[in-house]
């Protein structure tokens, strides 16, 4: 028998919905992940976008880390969806990571939708399937991640006014 859930978030952001899709929907979403949450984000199959195959390293040795101890080995993971026109985009680790704690499914799903001329929300889900005898392991199933890349790319985005009149 499996468990299956999801958690999820959203949370606003004052930047246009393109723009922050500029960072979600591809691989540059690494200037914010690397160097401050991963040490490398390698493209191993594809091009970077659907169908392709990510190693994610995480930081390790620092006081602050994006993953915790039972995350810091290498993990890879594919990108099953990057639907640019609706700006959703959806990962599934793949070797790795959640797998290794029993986890048959992690997927997680970004989505961006605007909500104005100059802000956006960003929604953001997991969804897992644990195997019954590893359902301690979904305590360690954590929207805290995401919520932290949102607040790094709208930090990124100001910073270097990336606010042009787009939806």
Same mark, same amino acid.
């Not at 960072?23 to 091009?47: F, M, N, S």
């Given at each position: 028998m499996k468990t299956?859930? =999801?958690v999820a978030t959203e949370m606003e952001i004052q930047a246009p919905a393109r723009k922050a899709w500029a960072l979600y929907g591809t691989v540059d979403l690494t200037v914010i992940t690397v160097?401050?949450?991963l040490a490398a984000v390698d493209i191993?199959?594809?091009d970077g976008g659907e169908g392709s195959i990510a190693k994610l390293t995480p930081l390790t040795g620092t006081t602050f880390t994006l993953f915790p101890l039972y995350m810091r080995s290498p993990f890879y993971e594919k990108f099953t969806k990057v639907d640019n026109k609706h700006m959703v985009k959806e990962t599934e680790i793949?070797?790795?990571g959640f797998l290794d704690l029993?986890?048959?499914l992690y997927r997680i799903r970004f989505e961006n939708?605007? +909500?104005g001329k100059k =802000?956006?929300?960003t929604r +953001? +889900?997991?969804e897992y399937e644990v195997k019954d005898e590893f359902v301690a392991n979904l305590s360690r199933v954590s929207i805290l991640p995401s919520i932290n890349i949102a607040k790094d790319i709208e930090a990124y985005l100001l910073a270097h006014q990336e606010h042009e009149d787009c939806e």
């Amino acid at each position: 028998m499996k468990t299956y859930g =999801s958690v999820a978030t959203e949370m606003e952001i004052q930047a246009p919905a393109r723009k922050a899709w500029a960072l979600y929907g591809t691989v540059d979403l690494t200037v914010i992940t690397v160097p401050k949450y991963l040490a490398a984000v390698d493209i191993v199959e594809g091009d970077g976008g659907e169908g392709s195959i990510a190693k994610l390293t995480p930081l390790t040795g620092t006081t602050f880390t994006l993953f915790p101890l039972y995350m810091r080995s290498p993990f890879y993971e594919k990108f099953t969806k990057v639907d640019n026109k609706h700006m959703v985009k959806e990962t599934e680790i793949t070797q790795g990571g959640f797998l290794d704690l029993g986890f048959t499914l992690y997927r997680i799903r970004f989505e961006n939708i605007p +909500t104005g001329k100059k =802000s956006c929300i960003t929604r +953001t +889900t997991i969804e897992y399937e644990v195997k019954d005898e590893f359902v301690a392991n979904l305590s360690r199933v954590s929207i805290l991640p995401s919520i932290n890349i949102a607040k790094d790319i709208e930090a990124y985005l100001l910073a270097h006014q990336e606010h042009e009149d787009c939806e």
